[in-house]
């Protein structure tokens, strides 16, 4: 099956070729994965093999620049047990790393979402990700130093190599935020990072799935504010798109069944109401058709006006003694 | 959460700036309305805003705000206005660092709808994502219901105070809140008389929009059929450029006679030709797009401001404000008062009365010129979907579009303004069009098939993305295309047909009402259910990619679902995997949709 999208790894095939690492772990020993790896590698290249602890633990450490690639493979539970310690982790792999060396993260699961912006801090770039499972990033090809340390609060990896904004004051007392103050210097690796973040049109990188930020509280079904349709009770609203309560019935049948009132817009005029069969024979007619009076005198100002048994509800206001002309002949649909 | 030692008001380099953006992304000109009230509202706190619509800011400028209010709507579907998209996804980048905005305060005010299973959904989802991005967000989100009795007015008064109140507490001054006054505010603008006529229109210098001038502008329904559907073809001068899937830019214009029949009932009519140079007096208020700096009554409600939409409650408000005739500020004070919402809801919203017939009622609110622009809405632009593909049509952009005509219970039928402005439209008039990118695009490998779900004027992108793949010689496409009739409503039914039968598309209908009474309607679900295996064989055998356009009522959804059964009944998944592959096929960018309420 050929992916559709061109492989990203390709990118950096010519380098993939140099010597590998593999790091596994007790769990993926025993399930065979780490093996897999390895055999799949040794195809082309020589490849050392470490398991987790012992990087972690500095019962080794790497030799800088010595791999062209490292083949991350653990189990789930091993990323959670990792990720306290990732920042020195991640530094250690870069450091071993020969620059445009690429590490590999296999059979990630979807707990870890902090993974991208981790790498980023640690200095490598995200190159893509295959699919959810597995994550390639890079070790660029002039780092910029030691990894940053995520106490403090500036400074993100960027490429611009400026010297290091100063960090803003941290406010003495616990808690607040330091809100509503112009910051003495302008935090210039973000900007950059923000830059090129809004320059880049392109949708190949990998963005996360907002629905997983949505709490359960976020998401709960808002409370429906229709109850049962009620015939008899006034009605606040019309049928939404998705009706459930009846009222998109109720309305249609209205809208079938109900009269329509024939009338001749003079203030003396009079009002008829007729079926709705009768309305065709009826309109040919209109012209003699009986007058009727209006006993507030108010039916020519408008709709806002009008007593709810007006007969020229739905009629634009009109001067007294006007005729007012509607064309029966346009269709409902 | 006190702040207050950090703020040392005595030095005037640590002096608290007293400024705020306001960022709206705005469907219907709700979001907008909001963003100009909360701006008002920060004056009683001496907090100076500026508005912007997200679609015009410039988003570099982010991170060096010094605060930021988001006021948004969430569309039915779930999703954010269209002119935020380009913003969201940018923030959604995964290798976003988790301190990038720790400088950022920001607070976010969201519309909904509680009849939508997911209600400001966008608001809940950019207040989340910020905070992840390191932003601290000041106060907790406002989310306003259309359900509401008060409407959006009933979470939007309310929460602006709680806003006022945290800036307050976050920025004190030794001015104290002032209260909210039911004074008649400034105007946003002074209109001063002049002798000069300002020939720049500022659109012109706007490189999305280019000239067009129409070609073809043809009725492809039955005559006897109720619904009006055209086919439009737009012709241009300059190298265009878009793609399958991108979406039309039109700014409606009133027709002249409207517009004089309007001038007339508000007695502007011996003013209407005047020039004025509009100055702007509150800064802290937005303006329509692409306003000229000097223009006339006439050609401004012609053009920029639109007195055929239904009015809002502030509508109801500045009557109050311009009438003294006793039987109007009666009137207009109950149908401003809690109790009289309903009412209000009934006379306006309901029967979908406009501003010109609500002033034709009340005919003694005299609206100061000066206050045009607080009191009518902008003429807002629609978005059509381009249903041509430029290599098969240089030059040409062409449209399907329906007339949006409907009746409530008002006897004069409701138009849909921009549609209604495209209809009368004749063979030479020119307009401008703008180009605006869409949510689908074609697989990047011709060999990929496709599946085309458009019924009724959801074909529109499906003719461009079909005509493009035809043109490259990519012949694995499948259309299913359903409406109401086979002989009266089948758009571009001929080009179909030729199409598959010349092998490069398998042509799939369903015709709702052509069935016998009493007999289940047809529908695209139905036949994409009938053709299971085929599907799965596309889908899952050869990586087919997937389109859904057309209406976002119940369509979307009963279609994803017969393909879900589908992948269940020909992929052997069960029923929870088979929904879990195409959820899947969403998030790879495999099944993508472009709906419209």
């Known amino acids: 099956m050929s992916p559709i999208a061109q492989d990203p790894s390709t990118q950096a095939q010519s380098s993939l070729k140099g010597p590998a690492l593999v790091i596994g772990s007790l769990q993926t020993a025993q399930d065979g ?15 050392d093999k470490q398991l987790l602890d012992r990087l972690v633990d500095d019962a080794t450490t790497l030799e ?38 690429t590490l590999h993260l296999l059979n990630l699961t979807s707990a870890i979402q902090t993974l991208p912006s981790e790498l ?16 390639i990033a890079q070790k660029p090809a002039h780092t910029t130093g030691a990894a940053i340390s995520l106490k403090r609060k500036p400074a993100t990896a960027a490429a611009s190599p400026s010297s290091p904004s100063i960090a803003a004051p941290t406010p003495t007392s616990g808690t607040s935020i330091p809100l509503l103050r112009k910051r003495p210097t302008d935090p210039a ?49 019309k049928a939404c798109k998705n009706c459930s309560c009846g009222l998109a019935e109720l309305e249609e049948e209205e809208r079938r069944t109900g009269p329509v009132v024939l009338l001749d817009g003079g203030i003396e005029g009079e009002a008829k109401a007729v079926s709705r069969e009768e309305m065709e024979r009826l309109v040919s007619a209109a012209k003699s058709a009986p007058k009727a009076t209006s006993s507030c005198g108010s039916c020519f100002l408008g709709d806002a006006f009008r007593c709810a048994s007006c007969p020229y509800l739905g009629l634009p206001a009109f001067k007294p003694g006007e005729k007012v002309e509607i064309d029966f002949g346009m269709d409902d649909y | 959460m006190s702040a207050n030692n950090e703020l040392d008001h005595t030095d005037s380099d640590q002096e608290t700036p007293r400024e705020l953006l306001i960022l709206y992304a705005t469907e219907t000109g709700n979001a907008q309305d909001c963003a100009d009230y909360i701006a008002r509202q920060c004056r009683r706190i001496a907090f100076r805003c500026r508005v912007v619509n997200v679609d ?30 380009a913003l969201w996804n940018m923030l959604l980048r995964a290798d976003l660092p988790g301190d990038l905005f720790e400088d950022l305060p920001f607070a976010v005010f969201g519309l909904g709808d509680t009849s939508y299973e997911k209600f400001c959904w966008a608001a809940k989802m950019l207040s989340r994502r910020m905070k992840t991005l390191g932003a601290t967000e000041i106060c907790e989100r406002g989310e306003a219901d259309e359900q509401d009795p008060l409407g959006i007015d009933g979470a939007l008064i309310p929460w602006t105070e709680k806003l006022l109140a945290t800036l307050c507490h976050l920025a004190p001054s030794v001015t104290e809140l002032e209260d909210a006054t039911n004074a008649t505010p400034p105007s946003r603008v002074i209109l001063e008389q ?19 001038s129409v070609k073809v502008n043809e009725r492809i329904t039955s005559p006897d059929w109720y619904q009006d ?7 241009f001068q300059d190298d265009i450029k878009y793609d399958p899937g991108d979406v039309a830019v039109i700014h409606p214009i009133a027709e002249p006679d409207d517009v004089q029949s309007f001038l007339e009932i508000v007695n502007w009519l011996d003013k209407a030709d005047t020039p004025f140079i509009i100055r702007r007096h509150a800064e802290d208020q937005s303006l329509p797009d692409f306003l000229p700096q000097i223009s006339t009554l006439r050609t401004i409600f012609t053009r920029y401001l639109d007195f055929n939409a239904v009015p809002r409650r502030n509508f109801f408000q500045y009557m109050r404000y311009f009438t003294e005739d006793e039987l109007e500020t009666e009137k207009l004070d109950d149908f401003l008062s809690p109790e009289g919402s309903d009412e209000l809801y009934e006379y306006c919203q309901k029967v979908r009365r406009t501003i010109k017939e609500v ?28 249903a041509s593909s430029i290599h098969e049509h240089p030059h040409q952009a062409h449209l399907c579009v329906a007339i949006v005509k409907y009746r409530t219970k008002l006897k004069i039928p409701r138009r849909g303004v921009c549609s209604t402005y495209l209809s009368q439209l004749q063979i030479g008039d020119t307009l401008r069009i703008g180009f605006l990118k869409g949510l689908i695009r074609l697989p990047p490998d011709d060999s990929t098939p496709v599946i085309c779900v458009g019924p009724g004027t959801g074909v529109a992108p499906m003719r461009a993305l079909i005509e493009e793949r035809v043109h490259r010689g990519a012949t694995g496409n499948t259309l299913y295309f359903g409406c109401r009739s086979e002989a009266k409503d089948q758009h571009y039914g001929d080009e179909w047909r030729r199409m598959a039968d010349a092998g490069s598309l398998v042509y799939r209908t369903a015709f709702s009402r052509d069935g016998p009474e009493g007999v289940r309607r047809t529908y695209v679900q139905d036949r994409i259910s009938e053709d299971a295996q085929r599907v799965w064989e596309l889908v899952g055998g050869q990586q087919a990619w997937i389109y859904i356009s057309g209406s976002s009522n119940k369509m979307p959804k009963a279609v994803k679902e017969a393909i879900a059964r589908a992948v269940q009944d020909y992929g052997g998944y069960s029923e929870e995997e088979a929904n879990d592959y195409v959820n899947n096929m969403v998030k790879q960018g495999r099944l993508m949709e472009e709906c419209w309420s």
Request: charged share 20%.
């Open chain 1, 120 to 135: 980023t801090l640690a200095g490598f770039n995200i190159l893509s990700s295959l699919d959810a499972a597995n994550l």
């Open chain 2, 194 to 212: 002049t002798s000069q006529i300002d020939p720049v229109d500022p659109i012109v210098q706007d490189t999305r929009y280019h000239k067009a």
């Open chain 1, 189 to 237: 690796k973000k900007k950059a990072l923000w830059a090129l973040t809004t320059a880049d049109s392109t949708p190949s990188t990998p963005k996360i799935d907002p629905e997983v930020l949505l709490t359960a509280e976020d998401k709960a079904r808002p409370v429906p504010t229709c109850a049962p349709v009620d015939r008899a009770a006034p009605r606040r609203k």
């Open chain 2, 229 to 235: 559907v055209r086919h439009l073809e737009f012709e």
């Open chain 1, 33 to 47: 994965t780490y093996q897999a790896v390895i055999t799949d590698l040794e195809a082309t290249r020589r490849v």
């Open chain 2, 56 to 85: 015009a800011y410039s988003l570099p400028d982010l991170i060096e705000e010094p605060l930021v209010v988001f006021v948004l709507s969430t569309t039915g579907s779930g999703v954010e206005p269209r002119a935020m998209t």
């Open chain 1, 64 to 101: 800088p620049s010595a791999y062209a690639s490292v083949h991350l493979t653990l189990a789930p539970s091993d990323y959670d047990t990792l990720t306290p310690k990732l920042p020195t982790f991640l530094s250690q792999v870069l450091k071993g790393l020969t620059p445009l060396g």
């Open chain 2, 359 to 386: 002033l034709t009622e009340f005919r003694h609110v005299h609206i100061p010129i000066d206050y045009i622009f607080d009191v009518f809405p902008p003429l807002r632009p629609r978005h059509f979907s381009i």
